[in-house]
C-alpha cells in the first residue's frame, strides 16, 4: 500500500507558477513510475505529465509541454511538477499517482495509487 499526499497548491495569476511536490508513505516508490494528472471543473480527469521509475524518461501532454516539467527524488520518495507559465485553463485539481510499470505512462488505468489531490487555480 502506498500513500500519496500533494501539497504546493494555491492561487496564482496569470503568467506565474506553482510547484507541486508529492510524498509518498509507507512504502517505496522508487521501482515505479509516477505521474501528475489533474481535473477541470466539468471535466474529465485527463494526464499532465509522467516519469520513468530512475527519472530519465519524461513525458507530457502537449498542453503543458515547455511549460511543466516532473522530476522525482527517490531518496527522499517524492515526485514534484514545477508549473510556469500558468494559463486560466490550467485551474484544476492535481492529482499524483503512481503506477504499477516502470515506464513512463499516460494511460489512467496504468496508475495503481491517486493521492487526494491539491486545487491550483490561475486568475487574475
Known amino acids: 500500500q502506498v500513500q500519496l499526499a500533494e501539497s504546493g497548491g494555491g492561487l496564482v495569476h496569470p503568467g506565474g507558477s506553482l510547484r507541486l511536490s508529492c510524498e509518498a508513505s509507507?512504502?517505496?516508490?522508487?521501482?515505479?513510475?509516477a505521474g501528475w494528472f489533474r481535473q477541470a471543473p466539468g471535466k474529465g480527469r485527463e494526464f499532465v505529465a509522467t516519469?520513468?521509475?530512475?527519472?530519465?524518461?519524461?513525458y507530457y501532454s502537449a498542453s503543458v509541454e515547455g511549460r511543466f516539467t516532473i522530476s522525482r527524488d527517490n531518496a527522499r520518495n517524492t515526485v514534484d511538477l514545477q508549473m510556469t507559465e500558468l494559463k486560466p485553463d490550467d485551474t484544476a485539481v492535481y492529482y499524483c499517482?503512481?503506477?504499477?510499470?516502470?515506464?513512463?505512462?499516460?494511460?489512467?488505468?496504468?496508475?495503481?495509487?491517486w493521492g487526494q489531490g491539491t486545487q491550483v487555480t490561475v486568475s487574475s
Open positions: 509507507l512504502r517505496t516508490i522508487s521501482g515505479y513510475a
Open positions: 499517482a503512481v503506477a504499477t510499470t516502470t515506464y513512463t505512462s499516460n494511460v489512467e488505468a496504468d496508475y495503481r495509487y
Open positions: 516519469i520513468n521509475w530512475a527519472g530519465s524518461t519524461t
